[in-house]
């Protein structure tokens, strides 16, 4: 018998978020707080309401309020304080190292600078590694449905915070978008010195996961879900042990299944496929990490030992360098050996 519960045994693990956007940690009462002190209008009366306009029918649909909720975040004191709320409520259940996305073109498209947005979340993030110990990476994401000419614009924009920024990824309406449709502006990253990420088979089918490795050279697959529609793809996928950055809650709020038991995560770690399990957009879809985590362990029956693997997959599948990835997994096994799991 074990002498914790998993709930507490998924609490205390250290673990790496590597699938968030920054604009969806915006819980209702900061975008109150923060709509007040900038006099801007929001179309709810109360954070109930805000709560009830939260029932999305596919990516679309969130994709619309999401946008709408970030139109509140001028300042860079309202970018600090978002990433600053996520920070802390992470670091309470021991998220130790996280790779965000921002998303640029919602803000820079209606006027805010870009300087204000990444000075704002990166002085948070630099705040969260000297108080909370929080180690991270930052992935600028173009938006797909904007064309080309915006994404090389932004592209333009980051080179002077090269240093800041680990990696660029491409995010919003999938279908219809196909990751061909940025293959230069990738290639242009890439020769910049940039990783690339794409989120791929969220919605969208296999051929955009084959696209977004062939084409943009991703080292890791946001989402990814639709590879199992495609037996040589998942080869490819385990051969080159290309990380597919899962997130439970989000495909279920988004109808893309419909019930957690249903959730593709088991079936892919008994195909040997890397995966990891993420929040997305937290504040929208109901739960952060570790709800996560718990919800589809209970959903999938998943065992210590599983959830363990997808813990250190979680670092695994990181951008830190590998004496912190060894560091990390055998205080990670150590862990699991208090707690009766073993090894093998
Ligand atoms: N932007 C924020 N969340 C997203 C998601 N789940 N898919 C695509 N774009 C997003
Ligand atoms: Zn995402």
Not at 76 to 90: G, M, R, S
Not at 100 to 113: A, L, M, V
Not at 136 to 151: C, G, P, Q, T, V
Not at 216 to 242: F, P, Y
Request: some cysteine.
């Amino acid at each position: 018998m074990y002498t914790t519960s998993i709930e507490k045994f998924i609490e205390d693990i250290p673990k790496a978020e590597l699938h968030l956007h920054i604009e969806g940690t915006f819980e209702p009462e900061l975008m109150f707080k923060i709509a007040q002190r900038n006099h801007k209008e929001i179309p709810y009366n109360s954070i109930e309401e805000v709560k009830n306009a939260y029932r999305f029918n596919n990516l679309q649909e969130f994709l619309d309020i999401y946008y709408a909720g970030a139109g509140v975040l001028i300042t860079e004191q309202d970018f600090y304080d978002l990433t600053w709320a996520y920070l802390t409520k992470v670091h309470k259940q021991n998220v130790t190292h996280v790779e965000i996305f921002f998303d640029p073109q919602t803000h820079t498209e209606r006027g805010i600078s870009f300087d204000i947005v990444i000075n704002g979340i990166r002085n948070a993030l630099e705040d969260g590694i000297s108080k909370l110990g929080i180690s991270y990476k930052l992935i600028m994401s173009f938006l797909r449905h904007l064309d080309e000419s915006s994404a090389f614009k932004t592209l333009e924009h980051a080179i002077p915070y090269k240093k800041w920024i680990t990696a660029v990824g491409l995010d919003s309406s999938e279908l219809g978008n196909p990751p061909s449709k940025f293959e230069r502006v990738f290639t242009k990253a890439r020769a910049e010195g940039y990783q690339t990420v794409a989120h791929a088979g969220e919605e969208g089918p296999a051929t955009y996961i084959w696209e977004a490795l062939d084409l943009l050279k991703v080292t890791r697959i946001d989402h990814g879900n639709s590879c199992l529609d495609d037996e040589q793809l998942v080869q490819k996928l385990v051969a080159s042990q290309i990380p597919l950055t899962l997130c439970p809650l989000s495909n279920l709020e988004l109808k893309v299944i419909t019930d957690l038991k249903d959730h593709p995560i088991k079936k892919m770690m008994d195909k040997n496929l890397l995966v990891t399990i993420n929040s997305d957009d937290p504040a929208y879809f109901g739960g952060y990490i570790n709800k996560n985590y718990l919800e589809t362990a209970k959903a999938l029956n998943l065992s210590r030992k599983q959830i363990t693997t997808l813990v250190k997959n979680s670092f695994k599948a990181s951008w830190l360098s590998e004496e912190e990835k060894e560091r990390i997994i055998k205080e990670i096994d150590f862990y699991a050996y208090q707690n009766q799991i073993s090894k093998n």
